[in-house]
């Protein structure tokens, strides 16, 4: 399983753009990148998932660049309900198991 | 996507007692997988249930501990035996949709246990 690398914590103020990068360097040929969201009290949920260029939903974009040896989650305009911690996680095969890193806390100021 | 019940959304128990844990999904599923969340930490998996066959335990975590059912297509349980302390954590289990996108899981809203 590729192992990812996230910046532990972001603060944000309301209404920027957000970029959170994660490395995988040993990212396997058939490996998708997801990304998760989790609230307090809550379950993660899925955000967006890719496997290579840009992936844009309407709660964000994806930017994967041509080696996918990392990925950069972009949420625009930030609000208050963004902070929340943020996964990336790398994997191919459905039932595969997930290793969830530490994740990135995103902190979104008034 | 797929809409998962999780009951009870929290609990306090005693040491040396079991609590078990009930998770209902709104659709068929072959994976169920169930985690620990300990407070202000990420997701660590404890095993994976599949219908027709044993659980698969991840290292260090055994049935014995957390016995897990799984009788049907919906629905799954995960008991956690002889409580200490230690085990206060959000457990939450979570499906993954065959047919479906690749690696996306749903997870429920997950089971807050406090052990005193």
């Known amino acids: 399983l590729a192992k990812t690398t996230q910046p532990i914590s972001m603060d944000s103020y309301e209404g920027q753009e957000v970029n959170i990068t994660c490395s995988h360097n040993?990212?396997?040929?058939?490996?998708?990148i997801t990304w998760y969201q989790q609230f307090p009290s809550q379950g993660p949920r899925f955000i967006i998932q890719?496997?290579?260029t840009k992936v844009t939903n309407e709660v964000a974009s994806l930017f994967i660049p041509a080696d996918r040896k990392s990925s950069t989650l972009s949420l625009p305009r930030v609000s208050l309900s963004d902070t929340a911690v943020y996964y990336c996680?790398?994997?191919?095969?459905?039932?595969?198991?997930?290793?969830f890193g530490p994740g990135t806390r995103l902190s979104v100021l008034p | 996507s797929a809409v998962i019940s999780q009951k009870p959304s929290r609990d306090i128990c005693q040491r040396g007692t079991s609590l078990t844990i009930q998770c209902q999904v709104d659709?068929?599923?072959?994976?169920m997988f169930w985690y620990r969340q300990q407070p202000g930490q990420s997701l660590t998996l404890i095993a994976t249930?599949?219908?027709?066959?044993?659980?698969?335990?991840e290292s260090g975590f055994v049935i014995d501990k957390f016995p897990i059912s799984r009788p049907n297509l919906t629905f799954s349980t995960l008991t956690v035996s002889n409580m200490s302390p230690e085990d206060s954590s959000i457990y939450l289990c979570?499906?993954?949709?065959?047919?479906?996108?690749?690696?996306?899981?749903?997870f429920g809203a997950g089971t807050r246990l406090s052990v005193l």
């Open positions: 979570s499906v993954e949709i065959a047919g479906g996108p690749k690696n996306i899981q749903y």
């Open positions: 040993n990212i396997a040929t058939n490996d998708y």
């Open positions: 890719g496997y290579k």
């Open positions: 996680l790398v994997g191919g095969n459905y039932g595969q198991n997930f290793v």
């Open positions: 659709s068929q599923v072959t994976m």
């Open positions: 249930a599949n219908q027709g066959s044993e659980a698969t335990y």
